[in-house]
């Protein structure tokens, strides 16, 4: 414990479970009901329709509030999660500011959808320059960016929001809540995809908004309860039950990032490798103020699609899957799915393999695919 706070490890393993009862599991099984017995003199209680409330889906919340310092709700995805947070916030003739080089469904939900409705959408580089945010209605911020992993400065970005009306959100998917918390930060929402490294075993989807204001949270809970992007109760419990160690596996993930980086920052024929927690990275003077532990995310440029392709079929350990945070080493090559990067682009999502083994079987595959 330090300074009267239990430390991630210990807070990772408690968020979110009841108080002790003999007798009963440590974090008890998932709740399958849609509706429940209702009293028949009052009517419902708190648990009367699975959509609005179930208290499997409570212990979640109470969990992902804990880490992140808000009160949480949960979604089906992280999409949905983005959506209500844009939908509940946004009316006809306001401004959105939007990264240019973040998750690309955004994007795509804003050019259609936002446009259709008349909210004007702007869009900046996550490494800046910001504009002046006069005017602007909401800032979506995602740092590190997923795919490019550029890092912006959130407590600087929340004062100009601020100051000139704006609230902000900060996507919070690539560092997760151990890694950086933006309600500390100034952000007025706190947003995130709880399928990647959040419960970190590729077994299924969530996102959630986190927040501490109480107006912004009724505001999310409402649009969530009439438009029904709830998360089933048992994706609910496996995802509490994989928050357990979460603490763990990004330390290993962080680690095996960091040695992988570098391997890859030392050969001549990689073209480009991003990690913010190298100290050449452009991002790196910011990512270790503000963030606490670095993601286990790599951004590496092999040049070409074909050159991707061989590396992936000589690799052992690195599997080609999108998605990232998971327990098993991935290459997603970012250009098969429109993305804007260049074709040779791959993001390296690292797994909790043992680091050696990891290094010795990225080198091997390149120096195959050379």
Known sequence: MTGGEYGDGTRSVHAGLPAPEPGQPFLPGPVFAAPYHLDPVTGPARDGYGRPDNPTRRLLEAAIGELEGGEARAFASGQAAITAVLMAVLRPGDTVVLPSDGYYTVRSFAASTLDQLGVRVSYVPTAGPHPSFDGVRLVLLETPANPGLDVCDVAALSVAAHAAGALVAVDNTTATPLGQRPLDLGADFSVA?????????????????????????????????????????????????????????????????????MALAARSDVEHVRWPGLPDDPSYVVAERQMRRIPGLVSVDLGSAERVTAFLRASKLVFAATSFGGLHTSADRRAQWGDSTPEGFIRISCGVEDTADLVADITAALDAAA
């Open 193 to 261: 995809s709880g399928t990647k490294a959040l419960t970190g075993h590729s077994d299924l989807l969530l996102g959630y908004a986190a927040t501490r204001d109480a107006g912004l949270l009724e505001r999310v809970t409402t649009w969530r309860t009439q438009t029904g992007g709830v998360p089933g109760a048992f994706d609910a419990w496996l995802a509490h039950r994989s928050m357990a160690t979460l603490d763990l596996r990004l330390a290993r993930q962080s680690a095996n990032a960091a040695a992988v980086a």
